[in-house]
T-cell receptor
């Protein structure tokens, strides 16, 4: 069963636009929600993360919005740039579970100049 | 840099042969993980370790075994490789205990013919 569902699979955005990627989870024990960014040939790298005690976290152009009641969280990339073109993964884990991250299927983002 | 080295980075092998992938870390991190990445599935946890000789199964452990005889090395073994195990394998560590964050290596691409 897929515990973390991610959409869309792929996304094309024009330079300067807003990229939005959504994730939904099922396990209410999850209490850590990171987003990873992966460039071709590289390992995933932590981009930004949130815990359920806040509804939003912003780091530069990247913002996570978190809706605990709906069990959903999303990544917003403001002023998207061609250098943001990568695959993005949402993930979730619970603090009692040895940091075992459960990943979404990924979203391939292409930002066109 | 959390100092993870994966080897080999690329390997082509034939069905039925044994394969061992190595993850080496230089900073005495307690937790280590093996994930596989496949299109449409994101990253899925194979096995993880929470100390020397302490390992446990992840969500896709069938056909894989692991060993951790030293803090710095976490080995993933495919006893008899199958074509379904063609994938990119990533090792990860937790750079700071209690944060939930995983840091990934550069990956090992395995092709089973």
């Amino acid at each position: 069963q897929q515990q973390v569902k991610q959409s869309p699979q792929s996304l094309i955005v024009q330079k300067g636009g807003i990229s939005i990627i959504n994730c939904a989870y099922e396990n209410t024990a999850f209490d850590y929600f990171p987003w990873y960014q992966q460039f071709p040939g590289k390992g995933p790298a932590l981009l930004i993360a949130i815990r359920p005690d806040v509804s939003e976290k912003k780091e530069g152009r990247f913002t996570i919005s978190f809706n605990k009641s709906a069990k959903q969280f999303s990544l917003h990339i403001m002023d998207s740039q061609p250098g943001d073109s990568a695959t993005y993964f949402c993930a979730a884990s619970d603090s009692g579970g040895y940091n075992k991250l459960i990943f979404g299927a990924g979203t391939r983002l292409a930002v066109h100049p | 840099d959390a100092g993870i080295t994966q080897s080999p980075r690329h390997k082509v092998t034939e069905t039925g042969t044994p394969v061992t992938l190595r993850c080496h870390q230089t900073e005495n991190h307690r937790y280590m993980y093996w994930y596989r990445q496949d299109p449409g599935h994101g990253l899925r946890l194979i096995h993880y370790s929470y100390g020397v000789k302490d390992t446990d199964k992840g969500e896709v452990s069938d056909g894989y075994s692991v060993s951790r005889s030293k803090t710095e090395d976490f080995l993933l073994t495919l006893e008899s490789a199958t074509s379904s195990q063609t994938s990119v394998y990533f090792c990860a560590i937790t750079p700071r205990d209690g944060t939930g964050e995983l840091f990934f290596g550069e990956g090992s691409r395995l092709t089973v013919l």
